[in-house]
């Protein structure tokens, strides 16, 4: 029995100091960035939907029953959320490329999309089209990791907010040498845990008590969605600069 | 005893994932004393380099007993950072840490061996990362000092920042121990000011 308290609480510990920081921050090479003129996005890693995310459940306490019924409840937000965006026609997709397009063309960039095929969800590609078909000097990876919105807990004053992980990675064309990588964070709703990437707070505009008032306001979710975009991808623009 | 112990070291854990800043009031005036038009690298605090990444970063306070330079009649409060000398490009990372309720507004000067001005990295390429407005970036050729100042720009304008959290409180039965996890959120209401705690460290460049 012991054994296993230890066990137990080193367990604890690894999970938990894992947990106190991400990934370090790669800057931007500036030296060789001089020579970068022309950037190939290539084709985005995209969920399959939005996130409906309760970062803290009572379920959460009462181990793998406990985490079955929060999976169930999360999946049921998440298809009720999904069907609020698609009611108004919001294409991730269109924000994310549009985003960054805007955002690497307003530091003077030519910005060309080169379009790539991925298997692996949530990673950044293991090697870069070494063809280079489109001419570019280098290659912007892009995984839009999560998008969708988030509460803290259930509680009125935990309100859900839009929330958009987006991780970013900048490599030359001719040898994949990483010049930049970075995640992005809008709202990132674990701010306990240190983290040396981009947390950018959420809009008190766009809040909203319940999920029933996030549904039932497909506008407004869908405004707060899409400042959450632009904030992310201009984000994206200066750690390029 | 051992479980008591094992909630003790998570409830430690946790509460070293976050620090807190010190309580600073805005200083968002400097009074009208010596302020020269040129910046005194006479006073370097030496940069050590932080080889294995490991170290705490090196922790300043920007206040009124500053060093204070005007430019173009606007007054700006720094402190002077003497660079690690080093063969290779290194990663700097300068965090503006928030008090209760003010943050240092900074921007950077980088300076050569002789005092003169090589680049500058203004507040607007600054990003928050976690609490703190912070700039990475990679070192250039020539570059010996860094020059930590607040930005006059800036001064007297505010930030608020909503932040959510989890809080994770380990019970017992007595026969049972389990977790239980509660959100939470706050609201940081920030002035940029001319005081402020900044963090710099000089690390190797993270490879992948």
Known sequence: MNVLVRLGAVLTALALLAGCATKP???????????????????????????????????????????????????????????????????????????????????????????VARTERGEFLKTYPSANSENVDAYLDVVLFRYGYGAAGISASTPYRPSVETRVRLVTAKDSRVLMEDIVFYNRIFTALETNNVTIAPDPEYSFAAFSDLTSNPDKAVEGLDLAFVKSTEAVGVLLR | MLRQGCILLAGLLLAGCKTAGPDLAPLVQIAPASC?????????????????????????????????????????????????????????????????????????????????????????????????????????????????????????????????????????????????????????????????????????????
């Open chain 1, 25 to 115: 921050a790669i800057p931007l090479d500036r030296t060789s960035a001089k020579e970068i003129k022309t950037i190939g996005i290539l084709t985005p890693d995209m969920p399959t939907g939005p996130s409906a995310i309760l970062a803290s459940t009572p379920g959460q306490s009462f181990g793998l029953v406990g985490a079955l019924i929060d999976a169930g409840i999360e999946s049921s937000r998440e298809s009720d959320l999904k069907a609020a965006l698609a009611g108004k026609s919001f294409t991730p997709y269109d924000r994310l490329m549009g985003g960054i397009k805007a955002a690497l063309e307003a530091q003077g960039y030519v910005v060309k999309k080169v379009a």
């Open chain 2, 36 to 208: 020269n038009g040129t910046l005194d690298i006479g006073q370097a605090l030496p940069l050590p380099f932080d080889a294995e990444s490991k170290n705490k970063p090196t922790s300043i306070i920007v206040d009124e007993g500053s060093a204070c330079f005007a430019e173009d009649n606007r007054k700006s409060l720094y402190r002077v950072f003497a660079l690690p000398e080093h063969s290779q490009p290194f990663m700097l990372t300068v965090q503006s840490e928030p008090s209760s309720s003010s943050i240092l507004a900074p921007r950077l000067i980088m300076l050569d061996g002789e005092g003169v001005r090589l680049r500058e990295i203004g507040y607007d390429e600054f990003l928050f990362r976690g609490n703190a407005l912070s700039a990475i970036f990679r070192t250039e050729p020539g570059e010996r000092y860094m020059i930590v100042a607040s930005d006059p720009e800036q001064v007297g304008s505010e930030v608020s920042r909503i932040g959510g959290s989890v809080q994770t409180q380990m019970m017992t039965t007595g026969v049972a121990t389990f977790a239980v996890h509660t959100g939470s959120e706050s609201t940081a209401n920030l002035t940029y000011a001319h005081n402020g705690v900044v963090n710099v460290s000089a690390r190797p460049i993270p490879t992948r």
